[in-house]
């Protein structure tokens, strides 16, 4: 098994476990991690996924090399899809995601990081996009995620100089939300999800992380219009009386 999935109460711990090709993609990397993630999804009590590598030296080192070598239009298609369906699907579901990015994040592994909501990474943690230097593209959704992130002239900058930048960058540039000790990663992902997901409407988490994702693909007026509704929709779902009935009587929120 290439992917290791490991249950807690009501989020999981998915882990690329290909340590000897620094974690890289290849296809059964992807349908392994699209499985888990159906998994999560289709059990009602998962709200959030914590995806790193194993090992000390990297998250994932990208699409597996030698796996690209010699494909036809049709066959870099495909590939590019198996990428993009995976992506999709872990930024598309209800799964609130955090990247504990462990090491070396390149190519389509940083890519993997860009379709979680948030990137915590370890001090030795090392990012790019070094495909052009391949004579590629970033093809697993880089060109669209990085930008949205860290802006265009700093993704540019990225994709087109393939330079790897080391963690403080990162941290600057606004690519990752935190950075820690290598041993002190994982508890901090953890710490952060249990935060997230303790005394907080479900559904209001749902729909606040739908209205961000979805927005940036919408003129602001319409994503705005669409906030109006989504927020008159809460009070007919019930969270809302809980949690501010809660408030007012000076308790903790069980939703
Ligand atoms: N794929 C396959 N194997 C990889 C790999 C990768 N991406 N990265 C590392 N490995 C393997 C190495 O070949 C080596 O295997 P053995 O020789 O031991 O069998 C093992 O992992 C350890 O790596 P190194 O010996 O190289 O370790 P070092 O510490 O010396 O260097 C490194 C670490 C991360 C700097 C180096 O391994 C490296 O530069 N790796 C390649 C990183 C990279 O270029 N990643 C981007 C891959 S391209 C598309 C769809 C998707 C994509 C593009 C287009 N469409 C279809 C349009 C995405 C592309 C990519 O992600």
Redesign the pocket.
């Known amino acids: 098994m290439y992917v290791e999935l490991e249950k807690k109460e009501n989020y999981a711990i998915l882990t690329l476990n290909r340590e000897?090709?620094?974690n890289?993609?290849?296809s059964e990397v992807l349908s392994e991690i699209r499985e888990a993630i159906r998994e999560l999804i289709s059990d009602t009590k998962m709200r959030g996924v914590i995806i790193t590598g194993k090992g000390e030296?990297?998250f994932c080192?990208?699409?597996?090399?030698?796996?690209?070598k010699g494909?036809n239009f049709d066959q870099?298609?495909e590939?590019?899809r198996k990428?993009h369906k995976t992506m999709n699907m872990i930024a598309g579901s209800d799964l609130i995601s955090i990247a504990a990015i462990n090491g070396?994040a390149?190519?389509?592994?940083?890519?993997l990081a860009l379709a979680c909501d948030i990137r915590i990474a370890s001090k030795n943690a090392?990012f790019?996009?070094?495909?052009t230097?391949?004579g590629?593209?970033?093809?697993?959704g880089?060109t669209q995620r990085l930008p949205r992130i860290v802006g265009r002239g700093i993704a540019l900058e990225i994709i087109l100089t393939?330079d790897?930048i080391d963690s403080e960058r990162a941290l600057k540039i606004g690519l990752v939300n935190h950075v820690v000790e290598l041993q002190e990663l994982l508890p901090k992902a953890e710490e952060m999800m249990q935060k997230m997901l303790k005394y907080k409407g479900v559904e209001a988490q749902k729909v606040a992380r739908w209205l961000v994702h979805s927005g940036s693909e919408l003129p602001l007026t319409a994503s705005l219009e669409r906030e109006v509704n989504a927020f008159a929709e809460m009070f007919e779902k019930g969270e809302p009386e809980k949690g501010i009935t809660a408030f007012l009587n000076k308790q903790k929120p069980e939703f």
Do not use: C, R
Request: aromatic fraction near 6%; charge should be negative; charged fraction near 20%.
């Open positions: 000897k090709a620094l890289a993609l290849n030296k990297a080192a990208g699409a597996d090399i030698t796996e690209m494909l870099a298609e590939f590019a990428g070396y390149l190519g389509g592994g940083l890519e090392k790019g996009l070094p495909e230097g391949l590629l593209i970033p093809g697993f880089g393939g790897h």
